[in-house]
């Protein structure tokens, strides 16, 4: 069966680093388009940053925009979220999404994707 399992949060101080990683299984990873989406306590998903399935086109919400940096290995069949700079408002569940389709970048809407992990914690705290 399709699996997207995201690993790697925790607790970091404001301007500390985490690197997720979303490891996938049971689809054909390498013909995908990945994103990242969080969604912050008691407040709606917020798409994060994207990734084409060939890995040569990324995209970012302007609220990471030069802090984070998105990448995959489709040897690995693993997406990864290298996050820099970190700030409380970063405090959020993260999640990994596929999708067949490129417009699907700056979505909110889980519908829209075709396949969903079941999230990793990052909190941003002194």
């Known amino acids: 069966q399709v699996q997207l399992v995201e690993s790697g949060g925790g607790l970091v101080q404001p301007g500390g680093s985490l690197r997720l990683s979303c490891a996938a299984s049971g689809f054909t990873f390498s013909v995908y388009q990945l994103s990242w989406v969080r969604q912050a306590p008691g407040k709606g998903l917020e798409w994060v940053s994207g990734i084409y399935a060939d890995g040569k086109s990324t995209r970012y919400a302007d609220s990471v925009k030069g802090r984070f940096t998105i990448s995959r290995d489709n040897a690995k069949n693993t997406l990864y979220l290298q996050m820099n700079s970190l700030k409380p408002e970063d405090t959020a569940v993260y999640y990994c999404?596929?999708?067949?389709?490129?417009?699907?970048?700056?979505?909110?809407?889980?519908?829209?994707?075709?396949?969903w992990g079941q999230g990793t914690q990052v909190t941003v705290s002194s």
């Open positions: 999404a596929a999708s067949s389709y490129i417009w699907v970048f700056g979505s909110r809407r889980k519908s829209d994707y075709d396949y």
